[in-house]
């Protein structure tokens, strides 16, 4: 009789209901729908990052002008000695169109000037690119008005030192 009762839940195991079926259609159904929702996101935001967000950025690009050279000066150096450097501006093509004149260096030349009389002697012939790129990220940082740059870098034309 065991055996019976045995054979008959095996039976009832293997015959499947309609419900038992449907349902594992739908869950084969809700997981395609899903895994195509997910697929269609990292599709949309991968051609946003590499088509539509590039474009954003070469728009922003500042476009070069004119240069404008400003009058060498001589700065004592903090360790002794002295430094004699001019440098020029380059301008964006913004700042040269004219947004009241043109562009003063004197704000420049101060910025030049506090930066240098920091340094030590064996700075000014050492770590000579770091000191410009540190003067160059301080000028173009202060010409920098409602989000436009003025100043898109700078070049030394000269610097003598002593």
């Not at 594992?24 to 539509?52: C, E, P, S």
């Not at 728009?59 to 002008?65: F, I, Q, S, T, W």
């Not at 450097?85 to 169109?97: K, N, P, R």
């Amino acid at each position: 009789m065991a055996e019976k009762t045995a054979a008959k839940d095996a039976g009832k195991k293997d015959a499947a209901t309609p419900e038992d079926e449907e349902e594992k259609g739908g869950g084969r159904k809700k997981l395609l729908l899903i895994g195509l929702v997910a697929l269609l996101a990292v599709a949309g935001a991968a051609y946003y990052f590499l088509f539509a967000g590039s474009g954003e950025a070469e728009a922003e690009e500042p476009v070069p002008g004119e240069v404008l050279a400003l009058d060498p000066v001589a700065v004592n150096l903090a360790g002794g000695g002295y430094l004699k450097v001019g440098i020029a501006l380059q301008l964006t093509e913004e700042a040269a169109g004219g947004h009241g004149g043109g562009v003063d260096g004197s704000e420049a030349l101060d910025l030049l000037i506090s930066t240098y009389s920091q340094a030590q002697p064996a700075d000014v012939t050492g770590a000579r690119d770091a000191l410009k790129e540190s003067l160059e990220h301080q000028i173009v940082e202060a010409y920098t008005e409602d989000g436009s740059e003025m100043v898109m870098g700078i070049y030394l034309t000269e610097y003598v030192t002593q």
